[in-house]
């Protein structure tokens, strides 16, 4: 069989990672056969092991790291980028999932799994990059995932993918939805800076313990008595 015949019947096939037993069913070839197969397409660049058992075609990172698990879907600073929020290059792709898994390394970038119960699983849609399928947060749930995790996206940056057009109601659905108090303070707190006032909606969920705005960053005297959060970072568009 030749490549070129091979790789069309896997651009035909549509899924953006394919396994040994994907290859049987296209080619009705043995898998000893295939296993040599596929050992020599890589060796030529046709296609990546992305992982052990797992091989995609020459493709855009994203498309590669959002369909190595499922459920599985891109997130933080990584889904920003995707809706060009940021002016940032990030080099890992931060995939959100419900089980363990073990970073991956593709061309320059680093894919990482951060795993969350099931019930934080939500908030994501499927949708066409470059002819295949990507699973992207929705902007909103981006944002949330942000403000819940904060050590994989910069609060400055979901500062600014605030200022973005976005449904407000369903912001605020899926914060309520994560069942973080913490991540409703920072929200919160965030949208009053860009004049949004959320707090009738959300005060029920919250506490009195005050909390920091930024945890990787020193505890500052600057405190929102309202949002009970410790204000240790600012932000350079705020009047």
């Not at 009705?28 to 596929?38: A, D, G, T």
């Not at 089980?99 to 951060?114: D, G």
């Not at 994989?152 to 600014?160: F, G, K, Q, S, V």
Request: glycine share 2%.
């Amino acid at each position: 069989m030749k490549s070129d015949e091979c790789i069309a019947k896997l651009r035909e096939l549509r899924k953006a990672v394919f396994t040994l037993n994907d290859m049987a069913v296209i080619t009705q070839k043995e898998k000893n056969y295939l296993r040599v197969y596929l050992f020599r397409l890589k060796k030529k660049g046709k296609i990546k092991e992305v992982e052990r058992g797992k091989y995609a075609l020459q493709q855009h990172p994203f498309i590669t790291a959002s369909n190595m698990v499922f459920p599985a879907y891109i997130s933080f600073l990584s889904a920003y980028s995707y809706y060009q929020t940021t002016t940032q290059i990030p080099n890992s792709i931060y995939i959100i999932t419900h089980s363990s898994k073990k970073a991956v390394f593709l061309e320059n970038y680093r894919i990482q799994f951060i795993k969350l119960p099931a019930y934080r699983l939500f908030g994501y849609h499927r949708e066409k990059f470059m002819e295949k399928d990507v699973f992207i947060a929705d902007k909103e749930k981006a944002i949330v995932d942000s403000l819940y995790l904060p050590e994989y996206c910069p609060l400055d940056e979901t500062y600014t993918a605030l200022g973005e057009e976005l449904d407000i109601s369903k912001l605020v659905s899926y914060a309520l939805r994560m069942r973080s108090k913490v991540l409703l303070k920072r929200l919160g707190y965030l949208l009053e800076l860009r004049r949004i006032d959320i707090y009738t909606q959300v005060k029920k969920q919250l506490n009195q313990r005050y909390d920091l705005l930024n945890p990787f960053q020193k505890r500052r005297k600057q405190k929102s008595k309202k949002w009970k959060l410790i204000i240790n970072e600012v932000f350079e568009d705020v009047n």
